[in-house]
């Protein structure tokens, strides 16, 4: 440097000491390092599970990514060699205002040649002052040096109050380096996947080149990086930073919290249920070991299924007796859906409540004989026709098989005895918060889960099963112990239970030897929703309650999934590491059941001990003769609008008239006579409105339907579609005016 440069330089920094002893202090209060690092948020909420252990960490803050703050003794060395020298090579030896470089700075402002770009003057301490106070922060290049003059005297206080390592911490953790990377710990994981202390000195020379330019083109940052590694290290090899600068730009960097979120299956949703903004940390209920099996399983169970069609899935585990949510995968790890609060059709996991509710009312017992034959039951749309999930009949079975074994066509029956609006009304008060709409909306499909639950709270309400009856709300937080309500009947509640636990009663649908039958005591459900796009299952054991959804939540089906291939062998591995060192053991029957010997006449079913609420016991369950039934027609339903084929040759066409209880009576069709009813009857069908009949020996009718025949045009040929409610006839069936039914289990 010239003598008169330096000469010139030194005069001006002389001036500036002189003044800066005199200046007024520019915060009234400096603040300290641990008011700063007080003030810093991640823009992580962190979640800790009841250990301690960090189980998730979400971003929720979107304006910026920041990690915890880092402490300079975990920021690798080279970070701060490399910092101090591209930003502040007199950093240890200055207090705060290098008055050689901005004696350099100002004569190159003054006599530098047009055109060259000037030195800067600004130290870190500075730097660190324009972020710690935005009225300080360079802005426009008319009030430059006002600005610096004013870090000047903030960065003078700064030095008078805090250590140079203070300084030098504050200034990289809250320094931004590219895009919206705030800190060294958000620019480490973000550009290069790794801690602030494992970085090395190509990749500390990179982070130092953005601090003074961090939008400038990677080509730019490249050669600034090589130029300043060099400086620190002549052998650096260029080629080798070029490389780590295209890789860190080109990475698409993650959330920081990603690699913890995607192993636990966790969401933001959760963490913001939980209240957890900016650089909280929340406690929660959840235990990270049975989390991360719960994830881990889920991800196997979608790969062995996803050749059938089956993407997504979540799992809940709930404390029986607190309530304490211990595991929540709310997603295979695809996106953010959550599955544990997404409405799906509940299918056959509904069933359990309904029994319940009749078995409590003393409408039935568990050793009650339920028909299980085709219904055809007129609605507002048209017909509704339940099925069974194996399309087939048992003309009768009790209230246990029929549970067990999920059999639609008793549920549906059931639920007529019961009534639509009170089991409406008992589902709402176990907490299923999103059955609004008035029972008539959901109709006699409501016994075979048509209305839309969470799996959150369908487990809760298994949950009440698995507490005799007694309720109260999850928990995601500690909490005092909470009182419980009663909203089931704690009889009736046992009984349900004891009937889900029965592998032999669910045996009859299922076999023996399923994923259901746990080498423990437990009690299960499952189900699948309409056209196969929900799958469910559904249990507890004396202490956990486990609740499984598989499926897709774009809607799309499945392909030949049930509850059994589907949602029970995920129940099954997460409740069987739940008891992997203790056993479940069976509740003890409340007061007020008694245990008898049942015998069924005729034996459709085997002699067995069966549960009664007091007072309801029987040793004979007699199913009546066909001719001591009250005799009723099965098919066509009254009302049934039949519509002809036009693709199928019309004396091809047949309607089967169907009969119950038809012993010593004969069908007569508009007055005309068929045969006998105790067989089926089969009849071309002729267009128009026409009458069937039940009749007796002595001329009168004791059961008839009106039904109307449609679709011949004026040729005499068949015009419109054919369609026959299911399980009436040999052809066309679910056609116009027809709900089929799921066929749910």
């Known amino acids: 440097m010239p003598v008169s440069s330096c000469s010139e330089a030194g005069v001006k920094a002389r001036a500036a000491w002189l003044l800066l002893l005199v200046a007024v202090p520019l915060w009234a209060a400096v603040p300290t390092p641990q008011d700063v690092k007080s003030a810093w948020r991640s823009s992580d909420a962190t979640l800790l599970d009841r250990h301690g252990e960090t189980i998730a960490a979400v971003r929720v803050d979107m304006a910026g990514r920041r990690t915890p703050w880092v402490a300079l003794d975990d920021i690798s060395p080279t970070v701060g060699r490399a910092v101090l020298q591209a930003e502040d090579q007199r950093f240890m030896e200055h207090g705060g205002i290098d008055f050689q470089a901005i004696g350099k700075a100002a004569w190159d402002n003054l006599f530098g040649a047009t055109g060259t770009r000037t030195r800067g003057a600004s130290t870190i301490t500075m730097q660190l002052a324009g972020l710690l106070d935005p009225k300080l922060a360079p802005r426009s290049a008319g009030r430059t040096w006002v600005r610096k003059w004013d870090q000047a005297l903030a960065a003078r206080e700064l030095e008078a109050g805090w250590s140079k390592r203070q300084i030098l911490e504050a200034y990289l953790n809250l320094a931004s380096y590219r895009g919206e990377l705030q800190g060294i710990g958000a620019a480490a994981r973000g550009l290069f996947g790794k801690a602030p202390s494992g970085l090395d000195a190509g990749e500390a020379a990179i982070l130092a080149s953005l601090l003074r330019a961090p939008t400038a083109a990677p080509a730019l940052v490249a050669r600034r990086a090589c130029a300043l590694a060099r400086e620190l290290d002549p052998r650096t090899d260029c080629g080798t930073i070029e490389w780590e600068v295209d890789a860190a730009f080109a990475r698409a960097a993650p959330p920081s919290s990603a690699p913890v979120a995607a192993t636990t299956g966790t969401t933001p949703q959760l963490a913001r249920r939980l209240g957890g903004g900016p650089g909280s940390v929340v406690r929660s209920t959840l235990d990270a070991g049975l989390q991360r099996f719960a994830a881990a399983a889920l991800h196997r169970r979608l790969a062995e299924l996803a050749e059938r069609n089956v993407g997504d899935g979540a799992v809940v585990v709930i404390d029986n007796a607190s309530g304490e949510v211990l595991a929540y995968v709310a997603n295979g790890g695809a996106g953010e859906v959550d599955g544990v609060t997404s409405l799906r059709q509940a299918g056959s996991t509904l069933k359990p409540f309904l029994y319940e509710l009749v078995l409590e009312r003393g ?46 066509v008793p549920a549906v029956r059931t639920l007529m005895l019961a009534g639509l609006e009170r089991f409406h009304e008992r589902l709402r008060l176990l907490g ?134 589907g949602a029970a062998p995920l129940w099954r591995d997460v409740m069987d590491y739940l008891h992997r060192d203790r056993p479940s053991r069976a509740p003890a029957a409340p007061a007020g059941l008694v245990r008898q010997t049942v015998r069924f006449v005729p034996a459709i079913e085997p002699e067995r001990a069966e549960w009664f609420v007091r007072g309801t016991e ?37 309607m089967t ?31 128009g409105k026409h009458e069937l009949k039940l009749v007796g020996s002595d001329g009168r009718a004791v059961a008839a339907v009106p039904f109307e025949v449609r679709g011949a045009d004026g040729s005499g040929q068949p015009a419109s579609t054919f369609s026959t409610s299911s399980g009436g006839s040999a052809d066309k069936s679910s056609g116009s005016g027809v709900n089929s039914g799921e066929s749910e289990r």
């Open 432 to 565: 299923i918060t999103s059955l609004t709409e008035a029972p008539e909306f959901y109709g006699w499909s409501l016994a075979l889960g048509s209305g839309d639950v969470s799996l959150l709270e369908l487990a809760n309400a298994y949950r009440t099963l698995a507490n005799g009856g007694l309720q109260d709300g999850v928990t995601f937080v500690p909490r005092a112990t909470s009182a419980k309500r009663r909203v089931l009947d704690a009889r009736a509640t046992f009984i349900v239970a004891d009937i889900l636990s029965d592998r032999a009663a669910r045996s009859t649908t299922f076999g023996l030897s399923n994923e259901l039958a746990t080498g423990f005591w437990s009690a299960v459900k499952t189900g699948t929703s309409k056209d196969m796009r929900d799958n469910w299952c559904v249990g507890f054991s004396d202490r956990y309650t486990v609740g499984v959804w598989v499926g897709n939540f774009d809607g799309r089906s499945m392909w030949d999934v049930s509850g059994v291939s």
């Open 618 to 654: 029987t040793a004979v369950v007699e199913l009546l003769a066909p001719a001591k039934r009250t005799p009723r027609i099965a098919y066509p339903a009254a009302d049934s609008v039949i519509a002809l084929d036009p693709d199928i040759p019309a004396p091809l066409q047949r």
């Open 657 to 687: 008239f169907r009969a119950y209880g038809g012993a010593d009576l004969h069908w007569e069709l508009d007055g005309t006579n068929m045969g006998p009813a105790d067989v089926a009857a089969t009849w071309a069908p002729q267009p």
């Open 363 to 408: 409408q039935l017992t568990a050793a009650s004989l339920l028909d299980d034959t085709p219904v055809d039951i007129p609605t507002v749309g048209g017909l509704y026709v339940p099925q069974n999930y194996d399309h087939q009949y048992r003309d009768a079975a009790s209230v246990r098989t029929s549970l067990a074994g999920s059999l639609n």
